[in-house]
């Protein structure tokens, strides 16, 4: 059971836009902690994401943002490619474990 | 281009200690600010934080195995260590070597290695 609550699959159409939420609590982002995303296709290394709730690091592409409000957090993906199918992991920090967590991971298929 | 590799050793018994080390290309483990993370991921499962070094050199455990992991950071070969021991098949995971810009509470894991796997089998 992860701290940090994703969707187990998400999908979408190619050039469609889809959300992967990752709900905590008081104890992580809701106490205003950052939140960071990666993307991780299986056999490869994780790629990160979003920085920061919502910053994009040089060469990712604008299709991907982030956003956070009260004890949530969004990655939003638009104009999907065959390409962004992958899991997709938040990860932030608790206080009440004082250590980082990631949320279970969200699998993208592109249909 | 900052670069990881882990290596180590791949298939282990129970109660014997995992160690495995990463090298590091493209920058100094000394310069640069980094702090440096292990991750790993358990088979169908996702992401757990094992512990960091800070770049001060001071160290950060996942409660949950602080008392069996112990990083370090041999400079003069620019490259982390991690062990641990009393390992069981819940240790059996893909384990990452992972670099970051990171203060106490928020680390982006920006440079990730490939990952080593890791299995644990009487």
């Known amino acids: 059971q992860s701290v940090l609550t994703q969707p187990p699959s998400v999908s979408g159409a190619p050039g469609q836009r889809v959300i992967i939420s990752c709900t905590g609590s008081?104890?992580?982002?809701?106490?205003?902690?950052?939140v960071h995303w990666y993307q991780h296709v299986p056999g490869r290394a994780p790629r990160f994401l979003i920085s920061d709730n919502n910053n994009r690091p040089s060469g990712v592409p604008d299709r991907f943002s982030g956003s956070k409000s009260g004890t949530s957090a969004s990655l939003a993906i638009t104009g999907l490619q065959t390409e962004d199918e992958g899991d997709y992991y938040c990860?932030?920090?608790?206080?009440?474990?004082?250590?980082?967590?990631f949320g279970g991971g969200t699998k993208l298929t592109v249909l | 281009q900052l670069q990881l590799q882990e290596s180590g050793s791949g298939l282990l018994k129970p109660s014997q200690t995992l160690s495995l080390t990463c090298a590091v290309s493209g920058g100094s483990i000394s310069g640069g600010g980094y702090s440096w993370s292990w991750i790993r991921q358990p088979p169908g499962r996702g992401l757990e934080w094992i512990g960091y070094?800070?770049?001060?050199?001071?160290?950060y455990y996942n409660p949950s195995l602080k008392t069996r992991v112990t990083l370090s950071v041999d400079r003069s070969k620019n490259q982390l260590s991690l062990r641990l021991s009393s390992v069981t098949a819940a240790d059996t995971a893909v384990y990452y070597c992972v670099a970051g810009f990171c203060s106490l509470t928020s680390c982006p894991l920006q440079h990730w290695g490939q990952g080593t796997p890791v299995t644990v089998s009487s």
């Open positions: 070094i800070f770049h001060s050199g001071t160290t």
């Open positions: 990860q932030s920090f608790d206080k009440s474990l004082f250590g980082w967590v």
């Open positions: 008081s104890s992580n982002i809701g106490a205003g902690y950052d």
